[in-house]
C-alpha cells in the first residue's frame, strides 16, 4: 500500500510517520503532485498557522490538486481545519472541502486556550470509527474548532460542543491527533488504512 503524507513542513509529520510505521506502512512525505495522487491514501497533518500554510499551498498549487483528489484523504488537526471554506485565524480562505468556518474558543469559565490534552469523543458517525471507541478518549491540541454541522462525524466538548472529527465522500478527517492517541488513535488509523 502507498501512503503520501503531503509535505509541508507541518510540525507533527514524525509522529504521524512513526505512526505509519507502527501500523505496517512505509509511508512517503512528498508534495510531489504525481506521488501524491497515484497513492493508495493520502494524509494531510497540520501543527502550525492557517494562512502561512495556505500560502504554502497555493504556492505549490497543492490546494487544487487536494480537493481533486478520489483516494481517501485523513486530515489532522490543521489538516482538518484548511479543509473547510474559512478560518477564524488570521482570516484565512481555506480549501472549502467541508462547508463550514473555523472559530476561535471563546471560554465560559475557567477553560484554558489552547485546548490541550485528553478528552472524550461521542457521537461517532463514520465508517473510519470503529463503534467500541464511543467515549473513549484522545488527544488534542488546538486553539480554534469546526462547529457541529452536517460534516460532522464525532463529537467532543470544550467551552461548547464542537466537531472532533468531520466525513465528506473520500475526506475524513480528525481535530484530535491519532498518531499521539494510543491505542485508539492506532485503531482510528488502522482503519482509514482499511477504507
Known sequence: M???VIDYNAGNTRSVYFAMQRAGVDAVFTKDHVAIKSADKVIFPGVGEANTTMEFLRRHQLDDLICGLKQPVLGICLGMQLMC????ENDTECLGI??????RFKPTG?????????????????????????????????SFYVPIGDDTAARCDYCQPF?????????????????????????????FLEI
Open 2 to 4: 502507498k501512503v503520501a
Open 85 to 88: 471554506n474559512w478560518s477564524e
Open 98 to 103: 467541508f462547508d463550514t468556518d473555523v472559530r
Open 110 to 142: 475557567s477553560e484554558k486556550v489552547p485546548h490541550m490534552g485528553w478528552n472524550q469523543v461521542y457521537d461517532l458517525d463514520s465508517t473510519l470509527f470503529p463503534k467500541e471507541l464511543e467515549q473513549r478518549h484522545v488527544y488534542f491540541v488546538h
Open 163 to 191: 466537531s472532533a472529527a468531520l466525513h465528506k465522500n473520500n475526506f475524513y478527517a480528525t481535530q484530535f491527533h491519532p498518531e499521539k492517541s494510543g491505542p485508539v488513535g492506532a485503531a482510528i488509523l488502522k482503519r
